[in-house]
């Protein structure tokens, strides 16, 4: 059984007041939820949602560089998120690929210094409008999700969380077909079971994310491919998010 994970990406929204607010708020309601729970905050807001010494509720960022440290203006490491009391590192992020241009050896590379550091990584993968109107959201998926994980063990693999997240359904009011979600996670799960074994690929998390809210988030996780959901817009609202979060 695979325990359903939940993750809230804030983006580039809240100072550290309203973080800490909205926190203290979902660590209280959803306390005794079988849901792992995150939130991947802005990184301004990390240290002092760690001070809050949260039980339930866990801590991601939304991005980070592959390199140990150095002379990298403006960038963050794995390290720097562990000492912060990150958990998880959302990674490849659709918004991260098109406005910043990441390409999946990019990502791939994040991926493995995550795991080297001891961060679990939130694999982002996921068709743009064109390419599922040319009928290649697999072969999208496919390839995003090999290139991604390259060189990662399989001893390290169980720690991966993958979003699939449609590109076209993020953010606009539009939600991909619950059916169709669980089709394509059904391929990626195909995918890593080849580049894997079956067995290994049973025990890999799989969300589904892109205008998830709490009306349409029961039939996202009655899918029997989806184990949770990455979720943008109706996570800044903490009684939305506990609604999502209690399913
Ligand atoms: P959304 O964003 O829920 O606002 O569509 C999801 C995401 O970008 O992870």
Redesign the pocket.
């Known amino acids: 059984m695979r325990t359903p994970i939940i993750a809230g990406?804030w983006?580039m929204h809240k100072n550290v007041g309203e973080a800490l607010e909205t926190a203290r708020q979902l660590e209280e309601s959803v306390q005794g939820s079988p849901v792992e729970v995150v939130i991947c905050a802005p990184f301004t807001s990390l240290s002092a949602l760690n001070a809050l010494g949260l039980s339930k509720v866990r801590l991601g960022a939304q991005n980070m560089y592959f390199a140990d440290q150095g002379a990298f203006t403006g960038e963050i490491s794995a390290a720097m998120l562990l000492d912060v009391g990150c958990e998880y590192v959302?990674l490849g992020?659709?918004?991260r690929r098109a406005i910043f241009k990441e390409d999946d050896e990019l990502i791939n590379k994040k991926v493995i210094q995550a795991l080297k550091m001891g961060l679990k990584p939130i694999l982002?993968v996921g068709e743009t409008l064109e390419e599922r109107r040319a009928g290649q959201t697999e072969d999208v998926v496919i390839s995003q999700t090999t290139k991604g994980l390259a060189g990662v063990g399989a001893d390290e693999l169980p720690k991966v969380v993958i979003?699939y997240?449609p590109v076209w359904?993020?953010?606009?009011?539009e939600t991909c077909d619950a059916a169709d979600a669980n089709q394509v996670i059904g391929k990626i799960r195909e995918t890593i079971a080849e580049l894997y074994t079956p067995e290994l690929a049973q025990k890999v998390r799989i969300q589904y994310?892109?205008?998830?809210?709490p009306s349409n988030i029961t039939e996202i996780m009655e899918q029997s491919e989806i184990d949770g959901a990455?979720?943008?817009?109706?996570?800044l609202n903490a009684e939305d998010f506990v609604a999502i979060v209690k399913y």
């Open positions: 990406n983006k959302i992020h659709s918004e982002c979003a997240e359904a993020i953010g606009t009011g994310g892109g205008s998830v809210k990455l979720v943008g817009g109706a996570s």
